[in-house]
């Protein structure tokens, strides 16, 4: 039950709640599902016509595919069909929340937001800042990139009662100088606002970053000395982190966002999901589009269960040719050790849910607002229907975490019938 103003009354099987609220005006949407709407934590907005375009790593990738199309943001107009587009593709898929970065020219970055304004989709919106090390096409003035975020930081940070929000979106420290994410720190703590960027997604980029910055003990240092870490800090990717890197991205209580098909795209590696979450890590779930292929974030929790397997499976192998070895136990187990062959056992896909749902409200530290259907929260939810992934229509006879586990791992297009946002339908028939 959703009021006049976009928030949930009372969230309950729909016998119940007729039975509890008789009278009330109700539209029967079974047997689809209610649902919460998804939380993408991580996408790039511009990179959306550059999807699924294989063969490269991440700089590579980054110097041919990306930067190319991103400079032609500098007209403002393309930001207006690539946003509307963007934006669309994410309801239908039942993403509600959207997490993504801009380029880094202001005026497209306005048309984009004005876009999500419209559209009516809940979205945490940045310019990228990047003043070194990147085509002369896109590389801003340290002083001018930070004018220009503030700018839009102070027109659009919480606008329509917080449907709307800014984070300082410096793109990686390979292509940044200390000034610039120094500086940014400084203006999203005074504005409230989040930061996005990347960390420890590639070994090259990793190399790169170790020579740029010998000052800084590692990759997650760099960050730490710019002030950049802190409970509204969204870092996508995270997948080589060392222990003290973890320690200290713990202590700031900063998220790491799982990408899991981009990784697996641009050949970075595994992220090692369970790992991180049983060392009580925040983390959160993302496309990562342009180098993930699709916005479909069902296909994420997807990819975040089957990685997470393969990673289970690949690890007991290990552990079993370890065994075979004439060592003693304790020899044993030094070396499972020292290669991290724990054997945790892999993500459900109902924790795939989590992730994708109340898991990334809690990054955003909006668990409060979105994230679950429960009273007195925005009735951002989905109309999902189970059929569309159903080959045999057995529904009846599968428990639900049943039904979840095929709409996860069987999404289609179509699927999703309908998308709310504070109670206003932002998609469907
Ligand atoms: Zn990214």
Not at 95 to 124: K, M, N, P, W
Not at 223 to 251: D, K
């Amino acid at each position: 039950m959703v009021d006049g103003a976009g928030r949930i009354l009372a969230a309950a099987p729909f016998a119940a709640l007729q039975r509890l609220h008789p009278g009330e005006p109700v539209q029967d949407l079974r047997p689809a599902w209610i649902l919460p709407g998804l939380v993408d934590l991580h996408a790039h907005l511009p990179q959306y016509s550059a999807v699924a375009l294989d063969g490269l790593e991440l700089l590579p990738w980054l110097e041919n595919h990306i930067f190319p199309l991103e400079a032609g943001f500098a007209d403002p107009e393309a930001a207006v069909p690539a946003a509307r587009l963007f934006f669309a593709h994410q309801l239908a898929w039942g993403t509600t929340t959207s997490v993504a970065y801009l380029t880094v020219h202001q005026e497209a970055a306005d048309r984009a937001f004005r876009e999500a304004e419209a559209c009516g989709i809940r979205a945490i919106l940045g310019k990228v800042m990047m003043d070194r090390h990147c085509p002369d096409a896109l590389r801003e003035d340290t002083a001018a990139s930070l004018a220009q975020s503030a700018e839009l930081c102070e027109t659009w940070h919480g606008r329509d009662g917080g449907r709307l929000g800014y984070a300082f979106t410096p793109r990686f420290a390979p292509v940044c100088s200390m000034d610039l994410m120094a500086g940014l720190s400084r203006e999203a703590e005074k504005h409230g606002a989040w930061i996005q960027t990347h960390l420890s997604e590639n070994l090259d980029e990793i190399a790169r970053v170790r020579e740029l910055f010998p000052e800084a003990r590692d990759y997650t240092d760099v960050y730490a000395r710019a002030g950049m870490l802190g409970p509204r800090t969204l870092l996508g990717h995270c997948i080589h982190l060392s222990e003290g890197e973890r320690a200290v991205l713990r202590e700031a209580g900063a998220t790491l966002v799982h990408c899991p098909r981009s990784n697996a795209f641009i050949k970075s590696g595994i992220m090692p999901l369970r790992q991180w979450l049983a060392e009580g890590h925040r983390v959160g779930l993302a496309s990562d589009v342009g180098g993930g292929p699709s916005l479909d974030l069902w296909g994420e929790m997807a990819a975040a269960c089957d990685q997470s397997k393969q990673r289970w499976a690949e690890r007991r192998a290990q552990l079993r040719r370890l065994e075979a070895l004439d060592l003693d136990a304790d020899a044993r187990g030094r070396v499972a050790e020292a290669l991290g062959l724990h054997a945790h056992a892999p993500i459900t896909p109902v924790e795939a849910f989590h992730l994708a749902t109340l898991g990334g409200a809690r990054a955003l530290g909006l668990e409060r607002t979105i994230g679950s259907l429960e009273p007195g929260k925005d009735a951002d939810f989905i109309v999902l229907d189970p059929r569309a992934a159903d080959p045999l229509a057995d529904r009846a006879v599968l428990r639900p975490e049943e039904v979840l586990s095929r709409c996860i791992y069987r999404s289609t297009p179509g699927m999703v019938q309908a998308a709310y946002v504070r109670g206003r339908r932002v998609h469907g028939r």
